[in-house]
Each structure stands twice: as C-alpha cells, then as structure tokens.
T-cell receptor
Framework: GQQVMQIPQYQHVQEGEDFTTYCNSS?????IQWYKQRPGGHPVFLIQ?????EVKKQKRLTFQFGEAKKNSSLHITATQTTDVGTYFC???????????FGTGTKLQVIP | DARVTQTPRDKVTEMGQEVTMRCQPI?????VFWYRQTMMQGLELLAY????????DSGMPKDRFSAEMPDATLATLKIQPSEPRDSAVYFC?????????????FGSGTRLTVV
C-alpha cells in the first residue's frame, strides 16, 4: 500500500536549538498534511500543502513541499518546551479524499 | 471552538465482551474517519464515511469490527468479540471535503483496554 516514511523517529534538542523532521513518499503525493500530538493528547491539524515547491510559515514553524511532491519537511526554529510532542506528516494520493499517516517524529526539548 | 466528541474516554473490558465507541462529528463536516493508534502500528485508518456512506473499511478486521453512521451526528465503532490485541486508543476524526479535503479534526479518543 501507499506509505509515507518519516525520519527521525526521535529527536532530543536543547531549548533554543532548531529541529527538522522529514517525510518521504516513493510515489507522487497530491497533498500533505502535518499534525502535532502532545503527550496523552490527540493529533491536531497544523497545515496542508498542495502545490509543488510550496513553503508555508506559522510563526517559528516552516513547512515545505518538495518540487516533485514526494517529500516534505517541518522545521522549527529556536525550539521551546511547548514544542514537545510527536509530529506527524500525512500524505494523500489522487483526490485529497483521505491521508495516510507517517510514523511520526517524537520531539523532546531539554530546558 | 467546534470539537469532535468521543465517548467513552476510557474503557476496560474483558476479552469476549462487546465494545461500542461513539463519536459526534463537527456539525457540517461530511467525512468521518476512525483511526486506531498503538505504539507498534502508529495511526491506522480503520474506516471512513462520506455523507454517512461507508467509503473504505479495508483497514478494519471485518470478522469482529463494524462501523456505522446511523445519522449525521453519530458514528459508532463496535468490536464483538473483543480481544486483548484490540487494546489501543481509538480516534474519531471529522473533516470537510468540498473539492478536496481540508484538515481533519480529531476527537480526544477512547482508550480501550481488553483484559
């Protein structure tokens, strides 16, 4: 089946350092979504990217969609303890009807 | 803020018992999803509905799981009989598809423990 691979699985950073998680598909995606799940919580939608090469920013978060629409990244600048959680990408193929979630990157921020 | 409501929040049951989980999607959302989350498998799509009609339930073990939407305000997921391997957090999510899918809104989940 169609899958999205996400790396790294875990990341520990010192508060103030930057963080990046990557998402890859072997086939061209139609769209990609990003979610954040706090410990003990539920996934919360962050953003959706649909255009080749698209870059979107939300405060300290920068989201990119690759030119070939096979990969995506989420970059957090100057991490804070509030950024702790698991970040999931979710890829869609053909029509934006549903998405398949990646395995997630668990971010720990050391104060 | 509009939210997806799931009940119960926690459920502990004995193997072999029937379990029913309920979900109230956001009013106006036309697509409802059921996901299961475990440490080993991550987030797995079990089933989803568009305008109350089932579109895809290929991720669901058919012999024991069933999903329905008796009306636009209620989605249910049933497991009968339950087994210890069904222990997981079950999330309902709803979304709006109008041309394409906007982001999902997840409920808080039902943590199921089968002993």
């Amino acid at each position: 089946g169609q899958q999205v691979m996400q790396i790294p699985q875990y990341q520990h950073v010192q508060e103030g350092e930057d963080f990046t998680t990557y998402c890859n598909s072997s086939t061209t995606l139609s769209n990609i979504q990003w979610y954040k799940q706090r410990p003990g919580g539920h996934p919360v939608f962050l953003i959706q990217l649909v255009k080749s090469g698209e870059v979107k920013k939300q405060k300290r978060l920068t989201f990119q969609f690759g030119e070939a629409k096979k990969n995506s990244s989420l970059h957090i600048t100057a991490t804070q303890t509030t950024d702790v959680g698991t970040y999931f990408c979710a890829g869609g193929w053909g029509g934006y009807q549903k998405v398949t979630f990646g395995t997630g990157t668990k971010l720990q921020v050391i104060p | 803020d509009a939210r997806v409501t799931q009940t119960p929040r926690d459920k502990v049951t004995e193997m072999g018992q029937e379990v029913t989980m309920r979900c109230q999607p956001i009013l106006g959302h036309n697509t409802v999803f059921w996901y299961r989350q475990t440490m080993m498998q991550g987030l797995e799509l079990l089933a989803y509905f568009r305008n109350r009609a089932p579109l895809d339930d290929s991720g669901m073990p058919k012999d024991r799981f069933s999903a329905e939407m008796p009306d636009a305000t209620l989605a249910t997921l049933k497991i009968q009989p339950s087994e210890p391997r069904d222990s997981a957090v079950y999330f309902c999510a709803s979304g709006l598809v109008r041309g394409y899918l906007y982001g999902y809104t997840f409920g808080s989940g039902t943590r199921l423990t089968v002993v």
